[in-house]
């Protein structure tokens, strides 16, 4: 028996640094009904996370509770609402300011406004049918393809290694479940990059990065790639925006089945 989903989960998954939060918090401003799971919220205790080159490794997929984080997944999709018990660490972090002008903001609103109430996408959105956008670092790749099979649409933001150790060093930190955690000095050099290029690498074209994405690859796994490297997040939110509205009106509504 086949149940209808009472939310449609969107992916937003990247590199760290990539701009996967600052998105999220953009599209939950420009699409009604609209709320944010965070994968960082389904951390492991510090002192269970895996040692690589001497230091803590968060970035790995045996730094996360996949089981938890399924379990919220399937929960979203049977009530179309938070897990209740979910307390988010995440929304504690500070990200800074997006770039992107209040003017275009409410510009994309009005716009998605009038698709949602009088375009293709009248009745795709609604209180009883939300969209419920996963933050992520780590969403597609084959070490956690059960997560990426609950996902309805894919977006990927790129990003390349200069732009994402000049971001990720910027920052002065993360909340935690211990508290607070500051990045050692190499840590983007010998943990978050190599990591990324490990788990991301079959996404690209001879493994690379910060070349050309695998459209097969992409198109047999339903990821979408934004169109180039370091793209600004004005560019980037116009082009989600797009993304969304179409693959909403290409999935009727439907946001996927589960079966039961």
Not at 129 to 149: C, H, I, S, T
Not at 171 to 189: A, C, H, I, K, N
Not at 202 to 228: I, S, T, W
Request: charge should be negative; aromatic fraction near 8%; glycine fraction near 12%.
């Amino acid at each position: 028996m086949a149940t209808e989903r009472k939310a449609t989960v969107i992916g937003i998954s990247g590199c760290s640094s990539s701009g996967k939060t600052t998105l999220s918090r953009l599209l939950r401003d420009i699409f009604p009904h609209t709320f944010i799971l965070h994968e960082d919220d389904f951390y492991k205790p510090e002192e269970e996370l895996p040692i690589k080159h001497d230091l803590r490794d968060w970035d790995c997929v045996e730094a996360l509770d996949i089981p938890a984080l399924l379990r919220a997944l399937d929960y979203i999709h049977t009530h179309g609402t938070l897990p209740p018990d979910l307390e988010s660490k995440e929304d504690k972090n500070e990200i800074g300011d997006s770039g992107v002008s209040a003017s275009i903001i409410e510009r994309l609103r009005q716009e998605v406004a009038h698709w949602a109430a009088h375009g293709n996408g009248k009745g795709l959105i609604s209180d009883t049918k939300p969209l419920a956008l996963l933050d992520g670092f780590l969403l597609y790749g084959n070490n956690v393809q059960e997560v990426r099979e609950k996902l309805d649409i894919k977006l990927l933001l790129r990003v390349g290694y200069a732009k994402a150790k000049k971001r990720r060093e910027a920052r002065s930190g993360y909340v935690t479940l211990e508290g607070f955690w500051e990045d050692p000095p190499g840590y983007v050099d010998k943990i978050v990059w190599p990591n990324y290029v490990e788990d991301h690498a079959f996404l690209f074209e001879r493994g690379d990065v910060e070349g050309a994405v695998d459209e097969g690859v992409l198109r047999g796994l339903g990821v979408r790639a934004v169109p180039g490297l370091d793209v600004g997040m004005g560019e980037a939110v116009e082009w989600a925006v797009g993304v969304i509205e179409g693959e909403l009106e290409r999935m009727g509504g439907d946001g996927g089945r589960v079966v039961t």
